[in-house]
Structure formats: structure tokens, C-alpha cells
């Protein structure tokens, strides 16, 4: 069986059409094209550092397959230098201080990842053209799981970084 037909036997009821497009996209393409990859906001998105925390949020939250709502509140006040962000998943919940309203984007892609794992995970594109928004894709880990049988577990790892504390995200 070959590695692609294997990885979609292995998907079984997944959606095909996502790591399909993530292949021809971003891991097959000579050269990428942003506008295309910017408009999948269903596949991925793009970390604004003079955006919001709820902007991100909800930008992941348009990403994720399924309907289970990602909640997220601000609580606090700048003039007291304390924030905290409150973000809620299922029967999970995740707070995040920190005192502007530009928090540090990975601890925010941090706590939603804790908070969507183990059925998603957010990996980093690597490959963003310098002076880009980072891009981000919350994909199934099955989706994953089925790309790194088809293009190789190397080559994805090198292409998506998963997030760990020590993830530089470049602007």
C-alpha cells in the first residue's frame, strides 16, 4: 500500500479534503501562494501581534472541526496591570494572566492547545515568508497522524512545529 493510500485508510471517517489541501498547499507547493493559504480560515490561521487574545481565539475557534464552542473571557483593567484570561472547552478551562491586552501569543496558543488536546493539536508553519503573520493549523491528530504517514514524520515535524514553551514564533 502506498503511504498516501495508507494515510487515508487510516483516516477512516475524517475529513479527506483537509490534508489534502495541506499537502498540495503547504507541504508539495514550489512556491506558496498567501492569498490562498490566508482564505482557508477553516484549515488555519494567522496570529495578528497587534490583534486581541479573543481575535486569536476566535480565529483558532473557526479552524477547529465540530461544533464545541471555545469560550474566552477578559477579566481586569490596564490601569490595575492585571488580566486574566479565562478560555473554556468542553469540561475543561484554562486562566492566563498577564497585564496589557497584547499577551504573549504563544502562552495563549499554549493554553488552547491544553485545552483542545487530545483530540487536536496546533503546530506552527514553518515555512511563513518572513515579514508574514505566522500561520497555525489546529488539525485533528488524526489528520496529523495521517500526514506524517503519507509525507514522512521528519518532513512534517521540519515543516509544523508542534508548540512547546521554547517555540520562537518570527513576524
Not at 479534503?17 to 514550489?30: D, G, P
Not at 494567522?46 to 483558532?60: M, N, Q, R, V, W
Not at 475543561?92 to 502562552?107: P, W
Not at 508553519?125 to 491528530?141: D, I
Amino acid at each position: 500500500m502506498n503511504p498516501q493510500t495508507e494515510a487515508v485508510t487510516y483516516l477512516n471517517m475524517t475529513d479527506v479534503r483537509r490534508i489534502n489541501w495541506v499537502s498540495q498547499f503547504l507541504i508539495e507547493a514550489k512556491a506558496y501562494d498567501l492569498e490562498t493559504i490566508y482564505g482557508r480560515e477553516d484549515i488555519g490561521f494567522f496570529a495578528d501581534p497587534s490583534g486581541t487574545p479573543e481575535s486569536l481565539i476566535d480565529h483558532c475557534v473557526d479552524a477547529l472541526v465540530g461544533d464545541d464552542p471555545l469560550y474566552c473571557m477578559l477579566h481586569g483593567s490596564l490601569s490595575r496591570l492585571e488580566i486574566v484570561l479565562v478560555m473554556a472547552y468542553r469540561e475543561k478551562a484554562e486562566v492566563i494572566k498577564f497585564s496589557d491586552t497584547h499577551a504573549d501569543i504563544l502562552q495563549i496558543l499554549l493554553g488552547i492547545n491544553r485545552l483542545i488536546q487530545p483530540e487536536y493539536e496546533i503546530r506552527y508553519w514553518q515555512e511563513h515568508p518572513e515579514g508574514e503573520y505566522p500561520l497555525f493549523f489546529p488539525l485533528q491528530k488524526l489528520e496529523w497522524d495521517a500526514l506524517e504517514r503519507w509525507h514522512g514524520k521528519e518532513k512534517i515535524q521540519g515543516l509544523f512545529e508542534a508548540l512547546t514553551e521554547k517555540t520562537f514564533i518570527s513576524f
